[in-house]
């Protein structure tokens, strides 16, 4: 009779073959951003002589594309071509000066082969050089991270602004984003709305560090997204129906807060000498050590529910949390905010508490203009002349 497998024999071998099977996946997307790259540089470092614009004609780029796509396929469009030409523009230091010298691409991942005697892996040159030249220093926005596809890095070449681009590529890197993923947060302007509770200097530190949670308002959107709910704007809703749709897209709830937030529950029972209170969401923001309470509201703000989540996270700071975590932060999500109201309902150094608008849809580019200029005056930085990148609107 044959012995049942092992259920942990089991998983370390799944285990080995899924590890084998993203490692793999993550060779061949690093071969083709790579080859993309150096297509690149051949056009605009070899046939252009490192001039922005082709003076030897479209034509030598179309027969070019004529004789790839003949023998390597559709991929090489004159579109693409020029996709590549625009990678390389945006990313010239991609890979190292000395991979840069190379004239042509090798493999970059190691070989094996299998002789009479035993196996045998060998590493390319160009993956040595990859190695060693880009081994030395921590990696930043500009450089090669195998963890960005092709499809990520042509997502990031539709942000205009260097800045914004520099961040979603820190964000997209250190948070595991897939590229629709990625998509999605270009889509809803995250950069932009990070920016309202940011200086000159906090700017800077996003397109250097990414998103970078150190206090409160680290974490904080105006407005929150939510787009992927598929819900109307409309006054018959109540909380419970936005409560319910939440929940049931919670992953995508999650992307949108960010990255360090673990859902604890809902409507939990908060009891005060008989009286019962039930907070519509809790979270825990794991770098922060801290609970984080959301209470939807389907009006405007008044200081009643403000009120409201001060006892709510005043209860959680003294029966929840622990002298080892840090205080209780109250999220109240709302359809409009007058901030003056907020301003002085909240004391000033009781920055736990904060108002964000949510909306169920992405933002226009004039709305966005519009919101920007106020945020830019208020900080004194410029605001780019080039044309923001307009998401596509989702069909009612």
Same mark, same amino acid.
């Given at each position: 009779?044959?012995?049942?497998? +092992?259920?942990?024999?089991?998983?370390?071998i799944r285990a080995i073959?899924?590890?084998?099977?993203?490692?793999?996946?993550?060779?061949?997307?690093?071969?083709?951003?790579?080859?993309?790259?150096?297509?690149?540089?051949?056009?605009?470092?070899? $046939?252009?002589?490192?001039?922005?614009?082709?003076?030897?004609?479209?034509?030598?780029?179309?027969?070019?594309?004529?004789?790839?796509?003949?023998?390597?396929?559709?991929?090489?469009?004159?579109?693409?071509? $020029?996709?590549?030409?625009?990678?390389?523009?945006?990313? =010239?230091?991609?890979?190292?000066?000395? !991979?840069?010298?190379? #004239?042509?691409?090798?493999?970059?991942?190691?070989?094996?082969?299998? *002789?009479?005697?035993?196996?045998?892996?060998?590493?390319?040159?160009?993956?040595? &050089?990859?190695?060693?030249?880009?081994?030395? $220093?921590?990696?930043?926005?500009?450089?090669?991270?195998p963890n960005l596809s092709?499809?990520?890095?042509?997502?990031?070449?539709?942000? #205009?602004?260097?800045?914004?681009?520099?961040?979603?590529?820190i964000e997209a890197a250190?948070?595991?984003? *897939?590229?629709?993923? !990625?998509?999605?947060?270009?889509?809803?302007?995250?950069?932009?709305?990070?920016?309202?509770?940011?200086?000159?200097?906090?700017?800077?530190?996003?397109?250097?560090?990414?998103?970078?949670?150190?206090?409160?308002?680290?974490?904080?959107?105006?407005?929150?997204? !939510?787009?992927?709910?598929?819900? =109307?704007? #409309?006054?018959?809703?109540?909380?419970?129906?936005?409560?319910?749709?939440?929940?049931?897209?919670?992953?995508?709830?999650?992307?949108?807060?960010?990255?360090?937030?673990?859902?604890?529950?809902?409507?939990?029972?908060?009891?005060?000498?008989?009286?019962?209170?039930? =907070?519509?969401?809790?979270?825990?923001?794991?770098?922060? +050590?801290?609970?984080?309470?959301?209470?939807?509201?389907?009006?405007?703000?008044?200081?009643?529910?403000?009120?409201?989540?001060?006892?709510?996270?005043?209860?959680?700071?003294?029966?929840?949390?622990?002298?080892?975590?840090?205080?209780?932060?109250?999220?109240?999500?709302?359809?409009?905010?007058?901030?003056?109201?907020?301003?002085?309902?909240?004391?000033?150094?009781?920055?736990?508490?904060?108002?964000?608008?949510? &909306?169920?849809?992405?933002?226009?580019?004039?709305?966005?203009?519009?919101?920007?200029?106020?945020?830019?005056?208020?900080?004194?930085?410029?605001?780019?002349?080039?044309?923001?990148?307009?998401?596509?609107?989702?069909?009612?």
């Open positions: 009779m044959r012995k049942p497998v +092992k259920a942990n024999l089991y998983t370390r073959l899924e590890s084998a099977r993203t490692a793999v996946a993550r060779s061949v997307n690093t071969t083709q951003v790579i080859a993309n790259w150096l297509v690149g540089r051949e056009i605009i470092e070899e $046939e252009q002589q490192g001039k922005s614009r082709a003076e030897y004609g479209a034509s030598v780029l179309l027969e070019i594309s004529h004789k790839l796509q003949k023998e390597f396929g559709t991929g090489y469009s004159i579109d693409n071509l $020029e996709l590549f030409r625009r990678f390389y523009a945006a990313y =010239p230091s991609l890979i190292s000066d000395a !991979l840069r010298r190379k #004239s042509s691409i090798d493999v970059p991942y190691e070989i094996t082969t299998i *002789s009479d005697a035993s196996p045998r892996k060998s590493k390319s040159k160009f993956a040595q &050089q990859i190695s060693n030249t880009q081994g030395e $220093e921590p990696w930043k926005p500009g450089i090669l991270n092709w499809t990520h890095y042509r997502t990031l070449l539709r942000v #205009s602004r260097i800045e914004a681009r520099c961040f979603y590529e250190k948070n595991g984003w *897939s590229a629709r993923e !990625l998509e999605r947060q270009i889509n809803s302007l995250l950069f932009e709305r990070l920016l309202k509770s940011r200086d000159k200097k906090g700017v800077f530190a996003l397109a250097q560090k990414g998103l970078v949670a150190n206090k409160p308002i680290d974490i904080m959107k105006d407005p929150v997204i !939510l787009e992927f709910l598929d819900l =109307p704007e #409309s006054n018959r809703l109540v909380e419970t129906d936005v409560e319910a749709a939440l929940l049931s897209k919670l992953k995508d709830f999650l992307l949108e807060l960010g990255s360090g937030f673990a859902y604890v529950g809902r409507q939990q029972r908060l009891s005060l000498n008989g009286d019962h209170f039930y =907070p519509d969401l809790v979270f825990y923001h794991i770098k922060l +050590k801290c609970y984080v309470i959301i209470d939807l509201k389907v009006h405007k703000v008044t200081h009643n529910d403000l009120g409201q989540m001060q006892m709510y996270v005043h209860y959680y700071d003294r029966e929840i949390k622990t002298k080892s975590e840090n205080p209780t932060i109250g999220l109240i999500l709302c359809t409009d905010k007058n901030d003056a109201v907020v301003k002085y309902v909240l004391d000033e150094k009781e920055r736990q508490i904060f108002a964000s608008r949510y &909306q169920y849809e992405l933002p226009s580019e004039d709305d966005l203009r519009q919101e920007l200029r106020r945020e830019m005056d208020q900080l004194a930085l410029p605001l780019s002349a080039k044309p923001i990148h307009k998401p596509s609107r989702r069909s009612k």
